[in-house]
C-alpha cells in the first residue's frame, strides 16, 4: 500500500475510536435527578457527560460525575452502609433485650410470688412465732434478689446464715422456759452439724436453690452480653478501603449514567464479606456463647426446675421447722448435755406456750410450668435464628433489593460495566480476605475493638458453663473485664487508623475478565492507536528517501 493511502486510512479510522461514539454527549439529566434526589445540590453538576480522568473511585471513562460529586457519593455510601449495619444490629439487640426482659422479669416474680405465700401460709400456721422474726424470712428473699440482679452475694453463705438465724430464734421460742443468751446460742450453733436439727432440708434445699438461681442469674446476664456485644461491634466504623469499594459498588453505577443497573450478586458478597471480615471473626464465640445459653435453658425445665424451687421454698422452711418441733425434746438433751442446761426463766407467758405448740402441715401449692415452659420453648428458638447472624451479614445485605440477582448475572454491575461477575466469593473471617478482588484489607491488623468483644464473649461462655454445673461465679460487669470503660469504641475522627501494609500474594494470580482492583483506567482517548504508529512510521520512511 502506498503512503497517501495509509494516510487515508488511518486519518479516516481515528474518530472511530474515541471515548464516545457519537459525536454528540450524552445528557446527565438522570444523574442530576438521582443526586438531588439524595440531598445535595446540582450546582457544579454536569449538564451532559464529561471526560472522567479526575475520578478516583470509579472508572475513568465518559461520566456525569465530578470529584466533589464523587466524595459527596463516598461520604452517603459510608453512611448509608453504617446505618444498614447499625439497623440489622438494633434488630438482634431488640430480640436479645426482649428476651432479657422477660426471663429477669419472670425469676423477680418468682421470687416476689414465692415470698408472698410464705407470708400468707406462715402467718396461718405459725402467727405470732412468724410475726415477732418475719424479717428474718424477708432477709433471705431480699438477699436472693440482690444475687439475682448481680450483687455480690455469696448464696451459700446467705442460705447458712438463714438458718442460722432461724435456728436460733426457734430454739428460744422452743424453750420459753430457759433464760438463753447469746453466749449460749453460740454454744448451740456448734452442735448444729452433727445434731441437724432441720434434718436433711438445708442441705437439699441448699442445692436445688444454688444451681436453679445460678443458672437464672447467669441466664440474663448472658442475654446482657449478648446485647452489649452486639452494640458495640456494630458501631465499629468504615475503613476507608471499605468506604471506596461501598462507593464503587452503589453509586459507580450513575456515574457511568447506568442508573437503572443493579449490582451483581457475587461481586455485592465479596464487597460484604472484605468490609464485614473482623465481625466474621465473631462467628466461633459467639456460637459457643449461644451454645451455652441453650444448655443453661435445660436447667429450668424438670423436677429441679427454678419455679418448682423457688416456689417451694416456703414449704421447704415449713418441713424444717415442723422437723425441728417434733425432734426439740431430743436435741434439747443433747444440746444440753454439750452446752449445759440454761438457767430457769422467771415466768412463761401464755403467748409463748402457744408460740412453742405452733404449727401445723403447710400445703403450699405449686405454680404451673406453663409460663416458663413456654418462655424457653420463645428463647431456644430465638437463638437459635441468631445463631450464625456474623456470617449470614453480608448475605443479609446483599438481598434482591440491593442486588440484581443470581437471575440477572449478565445484566448486573460487576464494577466497571454491565457483565457478569467472574471473581469467586471469598471464605468468612479476616484471614479468608487475603485475595479479595473488591477490598484491600491487612489481614495482620485486626480490630481491636471486634477483639475486645470475642474476649467478653468467651468469658460468659465459660460463666455459662460454670453456671450449668452448679458453680457459682464473680458476676461483675462482663463488659468491663478486658475493654474498661472506654471498650474502644471512638469515631472517624478521634481513631487515627495506623498505616495500612498489605499481605502479598503469594497464590497463583487470577485471571479476570477486568481489572480485579480498582486501578485508574485511562480513557481510550488517550491511548496510542495503532493508526498513529503506522502514521509515525510513514513519516520516518518518507525522511529516511528523502
Known amino acids: 500500500m502506498d503512503f497517501p493511502l495509509a494516510f487515508f486510512f488511518c486519518f479516516l479510522a481515528i474518530p472511530v475510536f474515541g471515548d464516545n461514539t457519537s459525536s454528540k454527549p450524552r445528557s446527565c439529566s438522570d444523574v442530576r435527578q438521582f443526586y438531588s434526589g439524595k440531598g445535595f445540590s446540582l450546582s457544579g453538576v454536569p449538564q451532559t457527560e464529561i471526560s472522567g480522568e479526575h475520578l478516583r473511585v470509579c472508572a475513568q471513562g465518559y461520566t456525569c460525575c465530578t470529584s466533589e460529586m464523587e466524595d459527596s457519593l463516598a461520604s452517603l455510601s459510608k453512611r448509608e452502609f453504617e446505618g444498614l449495619v447499625k439497623e440489622a444490629g438494633r434488630s438482634l439487640q431488640s430480640s436479645l433485650n426482649g428476651q432479657y426482659k422477660n426471663f429477669d422479669g419472670y425469676f423477680l416474680e418468682l421470687l416476689n410470688g414465692s ?49 442460722a438465724r432461724l ?190 405448740n405452733a404449727g401445723a402441715e403447710s400445703n403450699t401449692p405449686l405454680p404451673p410450668s406453663v409460663k416458663l415452659e413456654k418462655l424457653v420453648s420463645d428463647v431456644t428458638s430465638k437463638l437459635r435464628e441468631m445463631q450464625q447472624y456474623w456470617v449470614q451479614l453480608p448475605n443479609a445485605l446483599c438481598n434482591d433489593r440491593v442486588t440484581a440477582g443470581m437471575a440477572n448475572e449478565d445484566k448486573c454491575w460487576n464494577g466497571m460495566g454491565r457483565a457478569r461477575y467472574l471473581p469467586e466469593v471469598m471464605g468468612d473471617g479476616l484471614a479468608s480476605q487475603i485475595n479479595n478482588p473488591e477490598v484491600e484489607i491487612d489481614i495482620t491488623k485486626p480490630d481491636m475493638t471486634i477483639r475486645q468483644q470475642i474476649m467478653q464473649l468467651k468469658i460468659m461462655t465459660n460463666r455459662l458453663k460454670n453456671a450449668f454445673n452448679g458453680n457459682d461465679v464473680d458476676f461483675q460487669d462482663a463488659t468491663d473485664d478486658v475493654s474498661g470503660s472506654g471498650s474502644g469504641m471512638c469515631s472517624d475522627e478521634v481513631c487515627a487508623r495506623s498505616p495500612r501494609v498489605i499481605v502479598p500474594n503469594t497464590d497463583r494470580p487470577k485471571l479476570y475478565a477486568y481489572p480485579a482492583k480498582n486501578k485508574k483506567v485511562l480513557s481510550t482517548g488517550s491511548q496510542i492507536h495503532p493508526c498513529f504508529a503506522l502514521l509515525l512510521l510513514s513519516l520516518a520512511t518518507l525522511s529516511l528517501w528523502r
Open 115 to 163: 415470698e408472698r405465700s410464705l407470708q400468707e401460709s406462715f402467718l396461718t400456721i405459725y402467727r405470732a412465732l412468724y410475726s415477732q422474726n418475719a424479717h428474718v424470712f424477708q432477709d433471705l428473699y431480699d438477699e436472693l434478689r440482690r444475687y439475682h440482679r448481680g450483687a455480690s452475694v455469696n448464696l451459700e453463705e446467705a442460705l447458712n446464715d438463714f438458718w
Open 167 to 356: 435456728l436460733e430464734r426457734l430454739f428460744k421460742a422452743y424453750n420459753p422456759q430457759y433464760a438463753i443468751g447469746d453466749e449460749y446460742l453460740e454454744c448451740v450453733a456448734k452442735q448444729t452439724e452433727t445434731l441437724r436439727p432441720f434434718g436433711d432440708v438445708p442441705r437439699d434445699l441448699k442445692l436445688k436453690a444454688t444451681r436453679a438461681l445460678i443458672a437464672a442469674r447467669s441466664f440474663v446476664q448472658g442475654l446482657t452480653v449478648a446485647g452489649e456485644v452486639v452494640r458495640k461491634v456494630s458501631q465499629v466504623p468504615l475503613s476507608p478501603e471499605c468506604v471506596r469499594a461501598i462507593m464503587k459498588l452503589m453509586y459507580c453505577p450513575h456515574c457511568r449514567m447506568m442508573s437503572s443497573i443493579k449490582p451483581c450478586t457475587n461481586y455485592c458478597r465479596n464487597v460484604m464479606k472484605g468490609c464485614l471480615a473482623n465481625q466474621a471473626d465473631l462467628d466461633t464465640e459467639w456460637q459457643n456463647l449461644v451454645d451455652a445459653l441453650l444448655q443453661v435453658t435445660s436447667r429450668f425445665t424438670g423436677d429441679s426446675s427454678v419455679d418448682m424451687v423457688i416456689y417451694s421454698i416456703p414449704l421447704r422452711i415449713s418441713e424444717a421447722m415442723l422437723a425441728m418441733q417434733e425432734n426439740i425434746e431430743v436435741f434439747n438433751s443433747k444440746v444440753f448435755q454439750a452446752c449445759g442446761t440454761p438457767r430457769l426463766a422467771e415466768t412463761r407467758s401464755e403467748e409463748q406456750r402457744r408460740q412453742a
